[in-house]
Every structure is written in structure tokens, then in C-alpha cells.
């Protein structure tokens, strides 16, 4: 039995090991990927990530620690050494000039000979379209999307599963507001418009003082914390994008396990 159970240990601080080694536990990212969502062509989208020194030995970063995947991608960092429980930072820059459609960039931290961790920033570029002066009439006969909220937090979501949430969504102006179309950067996001929360029909407008119920899935891709942004494309002449935000934190279980696990079928210290 005391031999069983030694192993048993072994075999738990071996896997500790590894997964220490594989996270790299020098630097801590709270948020490794950022979803810019649609920006304009020429735009230079810039996002700073923040991470913890949590190792023992200072960190000092040099441009040789820090490469972004491609030449429209700009990295830029704290130069400073960052002793052991402070903080830096490392900013990516995507230039989207010429860079029509989805992108999805990497900046990868590498320190003592091995990758340390990896950054995402991704987002849809939109070519640069005339500016379209409405008069004040137009503008006040326009329709008015109103959402109940632009942020939505799924919470803690297994690894593989998807979420669902409804969101309300009203048409306060003087004209049927249609919702032309919807896109995110990610493939993880599908929508309804539905007509209320009795009914499965969907529907494709919404008449003036009206609503409709916005119906979410979402299957975010990644382990760790995770925000997309889905796109709705409307005819309100104030207001033709909306921003839907979607958070989650993706782990692999939500069921507590045992840090000593025995074999399939047999019970722990079994005679």
C-alpha cells in the first residue's frame, strides 16, 4: 500500500512539473488575447497587454524576447527591469492599411531559449467607404436600436461547451429597423432574431416602439479568458454598427477533481 501511494505522488509531482515548465511561470497574463471587432482601413489598432513577473529572477525584455508574426504587426514593451512580482507590459500594433478582411495576429514572448507565451489580437478590417451626409429630417425618421446591454459575461464555460443568452432589443425611433447582418472575427458566435421569448419564430425587423429578443451562441475557442465581438449591421442612419461584447473563461471541467486519482474502477486505498 505505502508503495502504491508513493507512486501515486510521483506521478502527481511529475505532472506538476511539466505543467509548471509548459506555463512558464515567470510571466502571468490575466488576458493573452484581444478582439478589436470592425475597424476602418488605415487604422492603426493598438492593444497593451499587462502580465506579472512571477518567477524569481528579474526580467528584462530586449527585441529579441519579443516577435510579432508578421511586419504589419508592431510590437512594443516595458524596457525597464521588472523584478520579481512587478508588472510590465507588451503592446501589439496592427497597421490595417491595405489590409482588407478578417486578421489574426500573433506576438510571441520568447525568454531563456524557450517560448513563454504567445498574444493574439485578431478583428475584421472594412475598406474606407464615402461619408454620407443625411439631413436633420432624415436622421429623426431614421430607426433607433437600443440594446439591453453591450456586454456579456458567459462566466466559467468547460472546454468544448457553448452558452446562450438573450438579449432585448428595442427600435425607438420612427422607422423599421432591420439588422442587415452580423459579424464577428471568430467563427464562435451565431445569432436569432426572435420575436419574443415565447415564441422560436425569428423574425427580420422591428417596427417602431417595438422589440425583439437577440438569441446568442457562443463557443469560445481558446482555454483561459476569452472576449470576441460580434458586429450588428443596422439601418439606423446614427448608429449603423453596434458592438456585442462576449466573455468567458474557458476551463477544461467544471467538476471539482482529485488531486490523487486511482485507476478506472477501482476505489482510492481499496483493500
Given at each position: 500500500m505505502l508503495k502504491r501511494i508513493c507512486v501515486l505522488v510521483a506521478l502527481v509531482a511529475s505532472?506538476?512539473?511539466?505543467?509548471?515548465?509548459?506555463?512558464?511561470?515567470?510571466?502571468?497574463?490575466?488576458?493573452?488575447?484581444?478582439?478589436f471587432g470592425v475597424i476602418e482601413e488605415g487604422t492603426k489598432a493598438s492593444h497593451t497587454f499587462e502580465?506579472?513577473?512571477?518567477?524569481?529572477d528579474t526580467i528584462t525584455l530586449g527585441t529579441q524576447n519579443v516577435r510579432a508574426s508578421c511586419?504589419?504587426?508592431?510590437?512594443?514593451?516595458?524596457?525597464?527591469?521588472?523584478?520579481?512580482?512587478?508588472?510590465g507590459t507588451i503592446t501589439a500594433e496592427f497597421n490595417s492599411q491595405g489590409r482588407p478582411g478578417n486578421f489574426h495576429k500573433n506576438v510571441t514572448i520568447y525568454y531563456k531559449d524557450q517560448v513563454a507565451k504567445m498574444l493574439t489580437i485578431k478583428g475584421i478590417v472594412?475598406?474606407?467607404?464615402?461619408?454620407?451626409?443625411?439631413?436633420?429630417?432624415?436622421l429623426k425618421k431614421?430607426?433607433?436600436?437600443?440594446?439591453?446591454?453591450?456586454?456579456?459575461?458567459?462566466?466559467?464555460?468547460?472546454r468544448g461547451q457553448k452558452g446562450v443568452y438573450t438579449v432585448k432589443v428595442n427600435n425607438s425611433g420612427k422607422d423599421t429597423l432591420f439588422i442587415t447582418k452580423?459579424?464577428?472575427?471568430?467563427?464562435?458566435?451565431?445569432?436569432?432574431?426572435?420575436?419574443?421569448?415565447?415564441?422560436?419564430?425569428?423574425?427580420s425587423f422591428i417596427l417602431p416602439n417595438k422589440s425583439a429578443l437577440l438569441q446568442l451562441t457562443y463557443s469560445p475557442a481558446a482555454d483561459g479568458l476569452n472576449r470576441d465581438v460580434l458586429t450588428l449591421y443596422t439601418n439606423d442612419l446614427n448608429n449603423k454598427r453596434v458592438s456585442v461584447i462576449l466573455e468567458s473563461e474557458v476551463v477544461e471541467s467544471l467538476q471539482q477533481k482529485s488531486i490523487i486519482q486511482e485507476e478506472k474502477g477501482q476505489a482510492p486505498f481499496g483493500k
Open positions: 505532472a506538476i512539473s511539466v505543467s509548471t515548465a509548459q506555463n512558464s511561470p515567470n510571466f502571468n497574463f490575466p488576458v493573452d488575447k484581444y478582439d502580465f506579472t513577473n512571477t518567477g524569481k511586419g504589419c504587426t508592431t510590437p512594443s514593451f516595458s524596457t525597464e527591469p521588472i523584478l520579481p512580482g512587478q508588472k472594412e475598406p474606407v467607404v464615402p461619408a454620407v451626409t443625411y439631413t436633420d429630417v432624415q431614421s430607426p433607433k436600436i437600443v440594446l439591453e446591454k453591450n456586454t456579456i459575461n458567459f462566466g466559467k464555460v468547460e452580423a459579424q464577428a472575427a471568430c467563427s464562435c458566435v451565431t445569432h436569432k432574431l426572435l420575436k419574443d421569448s415565447k415564441s422560436t419564430d425569428e423574425v
